[in-house]
């Protein structure tokens, strides 16, 4: 997807170990936003940022923390990871004024904890 | 109960139908209404956005909103195999951090 990359797309981890999700944008948009998709649950937020570390929690924050240090990085951590963290998670950008064209999407991370 | 309910289908149709799907929600506050399409193995992409009731028309393409119902629709026209996808409606009520909320989204499947 133009602009906004994911890393890595694939992982396998095991039950607690500590995880990071990478999310890097060219855009320079101001907002950013992590979300998981699961099956009967669609898209849930999990964290979101407005500035440089500046962020918020979402509908299902537990377990995860975030951080970003740069406008272009947000970072996902899964501090210890649990087999219901295995979803796919999307990063996404958006900026201030140009509400009506909601969210650009990375391509996703897939990620299973066994 | 969910904010904003989707029927998570799954909709087959033949080629050449007109395809409804539809969404309700619970937030009043909600203005800005977008629907997503979404291929297989890959992130959603912004199909049409709309802001506050009405409808907008882009190609085959028509978004319906109607907040007095809470109830907001897109239509697909002569549907084409390619339109084969999971649609997701979206909604969010504010300027800013947006924070969209999604509807479960439709698997929709236009049979040749």
């Known amino acids: 997807d133009a602009g906004i990359t994911q890393s890595p797309r694939h992982k396998v981890t095991e039950t607690g170990t500590p995880v990071t999700l990478r999310c890097h944008q060219t855009?320079?948009?101001?907002?950013m936003y992590w979300y998981r998709q699961d099956p009967g649950h669609g898209l849930r937020l999990i964290h979101y940022?407005?500035?440089?570390?500046?962020?918020d929690k979402g509908e299902v924050s537990d377990g995860y923390s975030v951080s970003r240090s740069k406008t272009e990085d947000f970072l996902l951590t899964l501090e210890s990871a649990t087999s219901s963290q295995t979803s796919v998670y999307f990063c996404?950008?958006?900026?201030?004024?140009?509400?009506?064209?909601?969210?650009?999407f990375g391509s996703g991370t897939r990620l299973t904890v066994v | 109960q969910k904010e904003v309910e989707q029927d998570p289908g799954p909709l087959s149709v033949p080629e050449g139908a007109i395809v409804s799907l539809n969404c309700t929600y619970s937030?009043?506050?909600?203005?800005?209404f977008m629907w997503y399409r979404q291929y297989s193995r890959k992130g959603p992409e912004l199909l049409m956005y709309?802001?506050?009731?009405g409808n907008k028309e882009d190609g085959r393409f028509t978004a319906q909103v109607d907040k007095s119902s809470k109830y907001i629709s897109l239509f697909i026209r002569d549907s084409q195999p390619s339109d084969s996808a999971t649609y997701l409606c979206?909604?969010?009520?504010?300027?800013?951090?947006?924070?969209?909320?999604f509807g479960q989204g439709t698997r929709l499947t236009i049979n040749p």
């Open positions: 996404a950008i958006s900026e201030f004024g140009q509400e009506l064209y909601g969210y650009t």
């Open positions: 855009e320079n948009h101001r907002y």
């Open positions: 940022s407005y500035g440089v570390k500046d962020t």
């Open positions: 937030n009043s506050a909600f203005q800005y």
């Open positions: 709309t802001y506050s009731s």
């Open positions: 979206a909604m969010s009520a504010g300027q800013g951090a947006q924070k969209l909320v």
